[in-house]
């Protein structure tokens, strides 16, 4: 194999063997996925599968008792500022918005890395959101929960990531609002090679707009190919 193609072998999100344990009780018990630069993954599951536990992991957030992951064929390590600076950027359930900073100040946290001036996405984003950009003045504590969850989307991403974590992305949003948001998302992923790996219990959101859908259970993913089969998805 030559330099470059194992480059590319490696490009990307890599998760293999994924194990975390909590108080000994296994919540991820040998998890393997990957997500591609510029490809938008779905990850579903029922309540408590590990799909939070799963983002955490990766970011160093939550500790694993075994399994590899790396970016771009290099291991990352299990220490958040770490991984951020390495290009994963995660949005949060919840969303982690500082309420007492402005919109613009919130969005300014997102540069954790020196991005060439040439791969800055703040244009980009700017048309994708312009709420975010109508409300920069504001204190961000003020917003409305689906324009902070745009203001955590836009955070997420102007740090040019290599990969996005998205945690619960129809948190507060409208179903006009998520679907100009992801549509934005998958836009600025496949335009800009950024990998997105996004939660949801939206599984029929998920499969409309990711190029793959899997689902957590038993500590482990397995593709869910049929969207229609939510039942046998969910509770087999
Ligand atoms: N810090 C922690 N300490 C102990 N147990 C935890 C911790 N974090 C998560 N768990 C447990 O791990 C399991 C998986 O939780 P997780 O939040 O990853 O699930 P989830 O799939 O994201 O669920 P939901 O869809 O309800 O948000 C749950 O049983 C949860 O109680």
Known sequence: MTAVSEERAGAGLSIQDLHVRFSGARVLDGLSLAVAPGEIVGLAGRNGAGKTTTLRAISGLAARSGGVISLDGVRLPARPEAVARAGVAHVPEGRG?????TVEENIRL????KVPAERTLRGALEEAFPAVVRLR???AGRLSGGEQQMVALFRGLIGSPRVLLVDEMSLGLSPRALRTAIEALAGLGRAHG????VVDQNSRML???C???HLLNDGRVRLWEDASDIASA???
């Open 97 to 101: 918005i500082f309420a007492d900073l």
């Open 110 to 113: 997102g540069i954790v890395r």
């Open 137 to 139: 003045g504001q204190k």
């Open 194 to 197: 950024i990998g997105v790996l």
């Open 207 to 209: 499969h409309e707009h």
């Open 211 to 213: 190029d793959r859908v």
């Open 234 to 236: 969910y509770f087999a």
